[in-house]
Structure formats: C-alpha cells, structure tokens
C-alpha cells in the first residue's frame, strides 16, 4: 500500500539549514509528484513546493530562495533542504503523493521546532 | 495567489443536523478540493475535484460549487465527523488552503 513517511531533526538552531527526508513505498517516484506541505503549531496548512515525476520542480515563491527538493529514485526518498531557518518556520513538515492537483496521501509529518 | 476563505471557522452542531461549509476563492478555479483533519492526525483527502468523495468516505458527505464559490455538506452529523476541514485549490501556482472550518459536535 502507498505510504510516506518524513523524518528529520526536530530541532533546528536559527540561521541554520533544516534537512527532512520523506521515505515512500507502494509507488514510484517516477510516476507521481511529491509535494510538502507544513502547519505551523494551532494554524492551517500552506505548500510549500513540489517534485515531479520528471524530476522537475515547483516552489512556493515566499520560500523560494530558501529552499531545495531533491531525490533519490534508488532509496525511493525525496529530500527537504530550507536554509536561514527562523522561528516562523517551525511547524509539522508533511510529504503528501499529488495525484492531479490534490493530494491524496500523505505522510504522519514530522514536527520542526526553531530555536536555540 | 488565489485566497480562499473558509466559513465559518468554527461551528458545533448535533448528531443528526444537516451542515454546510463554505470556501470561497478570490477569482475563479476549475476545481475545490477538501481534506478532513482530526486533532493530532494528518489530513486526509476527503473529496476531490468539487465532488468525487474519496475511498472510504460515508455518502452522507457531498460536495458541489462553481467559479468561486464552494461547499461541503455533510447530511445527518455523526460524532466522528468531529475534526478541521480544509479547501485547497490546484487552478494557479501557488498551491493554496483555505484556513479551515473547525466542526465540533455537541
């Protein structure tokens, strides 16, 4: 069956670099999109950016110059890097399978918390 | 950016009652999608495109909308309706969520 899974640091220093990691099974990753999404503590959801089955990427333009997505096809695993990190941006990190323009499975998440 | 908004943000009804939400975009999109989240949980795709219901979905749910106005009605409220639902829009870059309609029964 389709499942994702993220993991990560869960504490990140300000000004720093936050790496996650979002493990698949069940489908590849040359056939659907992966797409994160995070939620700050107690508030709603925003997308963050997107991988495609090409390889090819989108991101949120309010994040853009912070952020990376990456895979790797062998390990089945797509790859979260944002830098210059500050407490805003400590929320629960979820990786979610796109299929079309909605999301329908995603990942438990992962909670990023920012200080020092 | 395309916003929607979702209303009301909290609502509480009873077991049986009939309930709308509403999500409303600020131009016009081909499609709303919803994903119902329970505290502690992660969301879950609940209906795509306007109205498909997805696996596992009870009926009593149904969605309908056009342009830029949207709605989710769940036809005779049941306890495990109890959660946060989510509008999401995929018409224009970025991705974007409503900020959710939080339902609780009484």
């Known amino acids: 069956q389709v499942q994702l899974k993220e993991s990560g640091p869960g504490l990140v220093q300000p000004a720093q670099t936050l790496s996650l990691t979002c493990s698949v099974s069940g489908f590849s990753l040359t056939s659907y999109t992966v797409t994160w999404v995070r939620q700050p503590p107690g508030k709603g959801l925003e997308w963050i950016g997107e991988?495609?089955?090409?390889?090819?990427?989108d991101y949120n333009s309010a994040l853009k110059s912070r952020l990376s997505i990456s895979r790797d096809t062998s390990k089945s695993q797509v790859l979260l890097k944002m830098n210059s990190l500050q407490t805003e941006d400590s929320a629960i990190y979820f990786c979610?399978?796109?299929?079309?323009?909605?999301?329908?499975?995603w990942g438990p998440g992962t909670m990023v918390t920012v200080s020092s | 950016e395309i916003v929607l908004t979702q209303s009301p943000t909290t609502m509480a009804a009873s077991p049986g009652e009939r309930v709308t939400l509403t999500c409303r975009a600020t131009?016009?999109?081909?499609?709303i999608h919803w994903y119902q989240q329970r505290s502690g949980t992660s969301p879950k795709l609940w209906i795509s495109e306007t109205s498909k219901l997805a696996s596992g979905v009870p009926n009593r749910f149904s969605g309908r909308g056009s342009g830029t106005s949207y709605s989710l009605t769940i036809n005779s409220l049941e306890t495990e309706d109890a959660a946060t639902y989510y509008c999401?829009?995929?018409?224009?870059?970025?991705?974007?969520f409503g900020s959710g309609t939080k339902l609780e029964i009484k």
């Open positions: 999401q829009q995929g018409y224009n870059y970025p991705l974007t």
């Open positions: 131009s016009s999109i081909n499609y």
């Open positions: 991988i495609w089955s090409d390889g090819s990427t």
């Open positions: 979610t399978r796109a299929r079309g323009w909605y999301f329908d499975f």
